[in-house]
């Protein structure tokens, strides 16, 4: 399957710690990189491989990985986390890309 | 800093062919380091992958646009385009261009973005 899916909608207190998940049978093989999108912006990334960030992203975002689940987990949510999150990875042909349908974050 | 700028007309009509260019400044697309994508979405939707081009000129596509879709590069002018032909009003959408890595322990991550550009098709 080349399906990435992902819960529409998560809320969060703020200062709370959120999940946000993703499911595929490709992530038993693929690591999954984790997109972060503000209204009327383009696409961050804010966790690629098996638990990186990139320079600039806070340390409050981690990734994590089990069979063929991947989860994107901000620890402590700011008000400025508030965004859509996409999730990403290979497809089974490891040659092509597919997005997750995307997960609304409200920070409460 | 590396930059990526789309570009390409704002209104196409249906069954006629979407171009986009996207030049890429502070650093060039001729890198084994790297290849360049292009990614779309509709409004108020989420995400969609369309199709990479590597160094050695290998492209591959999404699979449901696949027989409309072709990226190439331009090297003498650090771009990349693409072409989606007999489009329709499905294929309005914001495009955005985008830079993936090759590099090590990234495992091709998309890191780096384009603002995007708008296409709407409508006759």
């Known amino acids: 399957s080349s399906e990435l899916t992902q819960d529409p909608a998560v809320s969060v207190a703020l200062g709370q710690t959120v999940r946000i998940s993703c499911q595929g049978d490709s992530l038993r093989n693929y690591y999954t990189s984790w997109y972060q999108q503000r209204p009327g912006q383009a696409p961050v990334l804010v966790i690629y491989g098996k638990n990186n960030r990139p320079s600039g992203i806070p340390d409050r975002f981690s990734g994590s990985s089990s069979g063929n689940t991947a989860s994107l987990t901000i620890t402590g949510t700011q008000a400025e986390d508030e965004a859509d999150y996409y999730c990403?990875?290979?497809?089974?042909?490891?040659?092509?890309?597919?997005f997750g349908g995307g997960t609304k974050l409200t920070v409460l | 800093q590396l930059h990526l700028q789309a570009s390409g007309p704002g209104l196409v009509k249906p069954s006629e062919t979407l171009s986009l260019t996207c030049s890429v400044s502070?650093?060039?697309?001729?890198?084994?380091?790297?290849?360049w994508a292009w990614m779309r979405q509709p409004p108020g939707k989420g995400l969609e992958w369309i199709g990479s081009i590597y160094y050695s000129g290998s492209t591959y596509y999404n699979p449901s646009l696949d027989s409309r879709v072709t990226i190439s590069e331009d090297t003498s002018k650090n771009q990349f385009s693409l072409r989606l032909s007999f489009v329709t009003a499905a294929d309005t959408a914001v495009y955005y261009c985008a830079r993936g890595s090759m590099i090590r322990g990234v495992n091709g991550a998309f890191d780096i973005w384009g603002q995007g550009t708008t296409v709407t098709v409508s006759a």
């Open positions: 990403n990875s290979r497809d089974s042909s490891g040659n092509h890309w597919v």
């Open positions: 502070g650093g060039s697309i001729s890198t084994t380091d790297y290849y």
